[in-house]
């Protein structure tokens, strides 16, 4: 019986590991091989189209050049912040924790519905200004990333023996601050901080939403191939578009890959076991702490909050003089929508259907391939890490290019599946949401002791109910928060939705604050478009909140 069981669960984890990379895998292939069969099999003359043409110049400069200044703003601004909550006491400190992490669950669309608010005519009035552009790009980033820095350095700052430095100020070595730096914490905290680094990288090299309304002149590799997917792919029709799009997920595919295998194998370095205590020992007092971490506070908040306000807030032209009143008029006309627009709960309802379809598939297929991870490590290392590098997958890729090789990919097969395939744009979100549900797992396992596997194998416990009795009892906290996340990735979901969805009837909440915002002319348009991101923003905090009560507190942000 032991041996039949422990053969399904192995045939279980290769089913689940076979289809996430056939699902990756199919949609891609297909539309490259769409693309290269009208752009033509010349990966030079993909990249001189890209670097030539009017719509994509100068777009490689610039995606590198903001990705490496948000990262490093990230890292400037998240690391003091993850060092105020890791080594000192703090009232409230669950929620001082769950404000300053809440932006990295917020839809990117809230994002910057938020900062153009924010820098708005009718707050900070710099956004007339073209030259911020470029610096409010960069902060938006750094807010969008910062709790990625908190997530990955305050576990550590929390938890580590406080006598580790207590000894180290008794050695010639640790008498001066520079010395503790060097001698403690930069050897502590250079892997969270690389890890940090990279992700942050990551996230702003394939920033879509943010850069297609703060920099409107300005391109990135993943705005550029959004731009370009309406044209792409279609045979003798605007061929440059398909070489732009070829040309920038190949860029995006090698520099993508570099990344996340660096943050694979730094995420491999903070396993390495340092002295711990428990958080309430670690933690020390901080006289006026409040005036250091109230403005970090205030600046997590501040463009949800912008995004709220801006909802009630109608903008009216009379006699040549603006003037802002305060009405209900942008709901009103969210609500009801109108010939061009979808109602707002007809798209709050297509985003609920896809989140939900998004994690009845992405939640068995990531606890199956992070089961399968976590096994290995023990057995075959080297498989382990190729197939945890496999499953990161679509961060290589891109939203943008997920979204592309979905429709070209799909419609290849079956031309008429893009208008009548309802379910169409879930599958995008499937391919986005599994890597995340892999990691917190994974995250999960292996916090696990080996003491309690070990222990139920000696009370006679076989695979199966070694599986159900003490391994998904101890994994609820991991499961919940990956399960809250999926739904909350897919609610928020852009760039795929924008290329899948975007001139359908799928239209969901954040391809509907886009189309608002698409509407200069409407006086409504701005506090229709912030209504509908101010649901949506609600929508994410109190999935948020949940995730936060199943968290284990000692266990950092659990990815």
Not at 474 to 485: C, E, L, N, R
Request: proline content about 5%; some cysteine.
């Amino acid at each position: 019986m032991g041996y039949s069981a422990h053969r399904l669960i192995l045939i279980t984890r290769y089913a689940a590991i076979a289809a996430f990379l056939f699902l990756i895998a199919s949609p891609i292939v297909l539309a490259f091989y769409r693309l290269i069969d009208v752009a033509g099999a010349n990966p030079w003359a993909w990249i001189e189209t890209l670097d030539g043409n009017y719509m994509s110049a100068g777009a490689i400069e610039f995606t590198f050049l903001q990705s490496i200044l948000s990262s490093l703003a990230t890292i400037s601004l998240g690391l003091p912040v993850a060092w105020l909550l890791g080594r000192y006491n703090w009232r409230m400190q669950s929620m001082i924790r769950a404000v300053l992490t809440v932006p990295f669950v917020m839809p990117s669309i809230i994002a910057a519905m938020g900062i153009l608010t924010l820098t708005g005519d009718s707050a900070l009035g710099i956004r007339g200004n073209e030259g911020t552009w470029f610096w409010t790009l960069i902060i938006a980033h750094a807010w969008f990333n910062m709790s990625l820095v908190i997530r990955f350095c305050e576990p550590i700052l929390s938890t580590l023996d406080p006598s580790m430095e207590e000894q180290l100020r008794l050695l010639p070595g640790g008498g001066t601050i520079y010395g503790r730096i060097r001698h403690l914490w930069l050897p502590v905290l250079l892997p969270p901080i690389s890890a940090s680094f990279c992700m942050s990288f990551v996230f702003s090299f394939t920033s879509f939403a943010l850069v297609r309304w703060i920099t409107v002149r300005d391109n990135t590799l993943e705005s550029v191939m959004a731009l370009s997917s309406p044209s792409a792919g279609i045979q003798g029709y605007m061929v440059y578009t398909s070489e732009i799009v070829l040309a920038s997920s190949l860029i995006q595919l090698a520099v993508l890959s570099i990344s996340l295998w660096l943050a694979s194998r730094i995420q491999r370095e903070l396993q390495r076991q340092y002295p711990m205590a428990p958080a309430r020992v670690a933690r020390g007092h901080l006289d006026y702490g409040w005036v250091l971490m109230a403005p970090a506070l205030f600046f997590s908040i501040a463009p949800i909050i912008s995004v709220a306000i801006g909802s009630l807030r109608v903008r009216t032209v009379e006699s040549g003089r603006v003037t802002d009143t305060w009405s209900l008029e942008g709901w009103e006309v969210a609500r009801d929508g109108s010939f061009s627009m979808m109602p707002l709960s007809d798209a709050m309802a297509n985003s609920i259907l896809y989140a939900t379809i998004s994690l009845v598939v992405s939640m068995p297929l990531g606890y199956c391939i992070a089961s399968a991870i976590h096994s290995l490590e023990k057995t075959n290392r080297r498989l382990s890490e190729a197939l945890d590098f496999a499953s990161m997958a679509p961060f290589a890729f891109s939203a943008a290019m997920i979204g592309l090789g979905v429709t070209l990919g799909v419609t290849k097969l079956d031309p008429m599946a893009f208008s009548r395939f309802w379910p169409l744009p879930a599958l995008a979100h499937v391919m986005l949401t599994t890597p995340f549900a892999i990691r917190i797992i994974l995250t999960g396992l292996r916090s696990i002791e080996q003491e309690y596997d070990e222990t139920a194998r000696v009370l006679g416990l076989g695979p199966l109910a070694r599986l159900t009795r003490v391994r998904i009892p101890m994994m609820k906290g991991p499961i919940t928060v990956a399960a809250i996340f999926c739904l909350a990735m897919s609610l928020g979901e852009f760039g795929a939705s924008f290329i899948v969805a975007t001139n359908s009837d799928w239209t969901t909440l954040p391809l509907l604050a886009d189309k608002w915002r698409g509407m200069p002319m409407n006086p409504l348009a701005e506090s229709a478009s912030n209504a509908v991101a101010t649901a949506l923003a609600v929508m994410a905090i109190l999935l948020f909140a949940a995730a936060e009560r199943a968290r284990s507190n000692e266990k950092g942000g659990m990815f």
